[in-house]
């Protein structure tokens, strides 16, 4: 089984002195929120090989604390290609990810991470909700039967969806 972790980056701050979207920042919300998300990462023990990031400053804001929980095996790659990438784009990164690595975390953008998280997901009484609203530094778990990273015809057999309000409450969504 192969465990896919879709992070949508943490609220950033719509003003910025540089003034271009990739440069933007986190907010001291978004700061927070990504520190409890991490917290609940390591807390829930979740086995994390990969990490495939955004090179834009929130989304590598976001992975920050993500990356002093996660084990020292594990392998971060930030990419450009995932700034503006759209859900095929990320299916297609997945798709090059050798057969041996069983799970992977994406640190992105809306809307391709809403996109493939509610396109994955099974269907189940959050599914539409989820397509409707995909707060920042949500995460969605999808458990995947494939032998390969290749997820072009694949659904998750099993899905998490978690939102940083539901951290602080521990009430952990199950669709």
Known sequence: MRRLYLLRHAKSLWTNPAGTDFDRRLSPRGLRDAKNMASFIKKSDLPIELVLCSSAKRTIQTLEPIRSILNKSAHIAVEDSLYRADPHEILNRLSQVPAAIES????????????????????GPLKEQMAVKYPTASLTILDLDNRSWDLSNSAASNARF?????VDGEEFLII
Do not use: K, S
């Open 162 to 166: 978690i939102r940083p309000g539901d």
């Open 104 to 123: 992977i975390l994406v640190i992105g953008h809306n809307p391709a991470i809403q996109t493939l998280a509610h396109a994955m997901a099974p269907a």
